[in-house]
């Protein structure tokens, strides 16, 4: 069985300050993590994702997580947060032979201060 | 080209009524998902669509819970009758053949049962 743990439902962060949203994951398999985005009125869309390649792996609108598997996390960062960064944020865990099918975490909330 | 279409967007029915939520696919997705949200907590997976088959259902709370794909276009979830604790936010997703390819998320449908 495969979960998602998001540490914190709600983070705050200033304008300009670095956005850190933490995501741990439990899977007896390798797994295959992702973060998505949903900001208001919208469906949620895709951030980055790590298949097992590059264990730093790049996403849109300059966001980065880092695989790391001694701590089973997959957190979320941003150099500098923006306005526009502020939605919620979901970290989702797959596996191989799943049929793809994500097991989501619970959200995390970004809200962005001047 | 258009995304990942659901409707209603809200939908609001007494308890003992019938809802069916309708999903459009983005044009040549094969895989097709439905997941929910119940209010506070995370979003879970339904069941998966190949095509017209169902690969996967095992997220499917009970059978109040009706999903169709006819000749693997749009799909339709049928909630019969419906119960106070099927509120919630209805995601539909698709995606194209392969691994870990990235899924289309639709803007959800927001169901309240009173």
Redesign the interface.
Known sequence: AQS?TQLGSHVSVSEGALVLLRCNYSSSVPP?LFW?VQYP??????LL?Y?SAATLVKGINGFEAEFKKSETSFHLTKPSAHMSDAAEY?C?V?R?GG?????????TQLKVEL | EA??TQFPSHSVIEKGQTVTLRCDPISGHD?L?W?RRVM??????LL?FVKESK??ES?MPNNRFLAERTGGTYSTLKVQPAELEDSGVY?C?S?QDG??????????TRLTVL
């Open positions: 998602v295959y998505y009125n919208q469906g949620l869309q895709l994702k298949t979901f989702a797959t191989t049929g793809n099918k994500l097991t989501f975490g619970t959200g | 995304g990942v895989n998902y997941y506070g907590k995370e979003i879970k997976f998966h690969q996967d997220g995601f997703a995606s691994l870990y390819n990235e899924q289309f998320f639709g803007p959800g």
